[in-house]
């Protein structure tokens, strides 16, 4: 009887957790390609003035955000957005986050584990995964009403060059299609 009850459990378990993620597996687990997820409230999303900012705002006067943002910048305009200077308040933000890591730490979809930076990410390495995120969001009430993230496996050094570079690929896959199934994720290539 003590085991029906685990095996019931243990089912139960699994089915609550597979509406939860579409993907929490790595890089190295799935096929190679940019590994895109994208959500959003399934309504249609007006495009006005929007600024692009940091996650962090400590991120925000970098050289390298200001590459980043500016690759999101050119497909949120080529979207329909006006896209205008940070400081100024809009309605709507586009938050921007861009992570490297080891591939094989390297998470995407609803419940995956953040991606820190690695320590000497300039070194060269086979495994190093650059990644995007984007939320889009109103800034009166905080409401998300569409975010993607976007990874892809490199094969450089993690310069700064190459990371610019594999961002601006990124944004141009997160984007396409815009806005994308919610909740799945695919692979582009």
């Known amino acids: 009887m003590k085991a029906i009850f685990l095996w019931a459990g243990a089912i139960a378990a699994a089915a609550s957790l597979s509406g939860c993620s579409t993907f929490q597996g ?6 190679t390609g940019t590994q895109i997820y994208r959500s959003h409230l399934g309504q249609p999303i007006a495009r006005s003035q ?8 400590a991120d ?6 200001r590459m980043y943002s500016a690759a999101v910048a050119q ?3 080529r979207l329909g957005w006006t896209v205008v200077n940070t400081g100024m308040q809009t309605e709507q933000v586009a938050l921007v986050d861009v992570s490297q890591g080891s591939a ?3 998470g995407i979809g609803a419940g995956a584990p953040a991606v820190p930076a690695i320590p000497g990410a300039g070194t060269t390495s086979p495994g190093v995964a650059t990644g995007l995120e984007v939320r889009i969001k109103r ?8 975010e993607g993230q976007a990874v892809d ?19 141009a896959a997160l984007f396409r299609d815009f806005p994308g199934e919610s909740g799945r994720t695919i692979r582009a290539r």
């Open 26 to 31: 790595s890089l190295a687990e799935t096929q």
């Open 104 to 106: 094989s730490r390297m």
């Open 75 to 77: 497909e949120l305009r």
């Open 139 to 146: 800034r009166s009430d905080g409401t998300v009403f569409w």
């Open 153 to 171: 496996e490199g094969r450089g050094s993690g310069s700064a060059g190459e990371r610019t570079a594999a961002v601006q690929r990124l944004a």
């Open 60 to 65: 925000a006067n970098s050289p390298e955000f």
């Open 50 to 57: 929007i600024a692009v900012e940091a996650f962090q705002a």
